[in-house]
T-cell receptor
């Protein structure tokens, strides 16, 4: 079945540091890939997505590129802010063996940015 | 703004006392989902509706039921809450296509005493 493996956290960075959160996936076919962010006590918000190989999703300074050859979708940001502190989830949907309508989540990575 | 609304944001119930959580959407999406999320874990899908078609996950306990009376509303009923059902419950919606993201509500935090 489908699976998503995320870099284990928690991750603690200083403000303006470079961020990478690794995400790799196992799925058949051509899934869509997503990064969601969850702030404390809130629901998940879509951060960015990519729907085909070599697509780059970007939003609020965050970027991730759909790499089919390495089955990866790593999240990056050049300069993090305290307000980026949250839990980040990598997810996929639409594999050949899964449902188009269901998300498979990674375990989540807690990011804390210190001033 | 179009959105997913969950009420209440916080719900306290007693062990074994039935409780209903509600979700509404103004996005006119075909699909509505219910997730359970426990502390420091990813959301776990309980079930979803595609229009009126109900899709239950194989490992969702019978204690959890859902109703979708119309496109805009969906309810989660917990018939006899146990201490292990204390969690955040998230509602989400989607157009239902392969490339379509899910839009999440703010969640209802359920406490079972």
């Amino acid at each position: 079945g489908d699976s998503v493996t995320q870099m284990e956290g928690p991750v603690t960075l200083s403000e303006e540091a470079f961020l990478t959160i690794n995400c790799t996936y196992t799925a058949t076919g051509y899934p869509s890939l997503f990064w969601y962010v969850q702030y404390p006590g809130e629901g998940l918000q879509l951060l960015l997505k990519a729907t085909k190989a070599d697509d780059k999703g970007s939003n609020k300074g965050f970027e991730a590129t759909y790499r089919k050859e390495t089955t990866s979708f790593h999240l990056e940001k050049g300069s993090v802010q305290v307000s980026d502190s949250a839990v980040y989830f990598c997810a996929l949907s639409g594999s050949s063996s899964g449902s188009a309508r269901q998300l498979t989540f990674g375990s989540g990575t807690q990011l804390t940015v210190l001033p | 703004d179009a959105m997913v609304i969950q009420n209440p944001r916080y719900q306290v119930t007693q062990f074994g006392k039935p409780v209903t959580l509600s979700c509404s959407q103004t996005l006119n999406h075909n699909v509505m989902y219910w997730y359970q999320q426990k502390s420091s874990q990813a959301p776990k899908l309980l079930f979803h509706y595609y229009d009126k078609d109900f899709n239950n996950e194989a490992d969702t306990p019978d204690n959890f039921q859902s109703r979708r009376p119309n496109t805009s509303f969906c309810f989660l009923d917990i018939r006899s809450p146990g201490l292990g059902d204390a969690a955040m419950y998230l509602c989400a919606t989607s157009r239902g296509g392969v490339e379509d993201e899910q839009f999440f509500g703010p969640g209802t935090r359920l406490t079972v005493l």
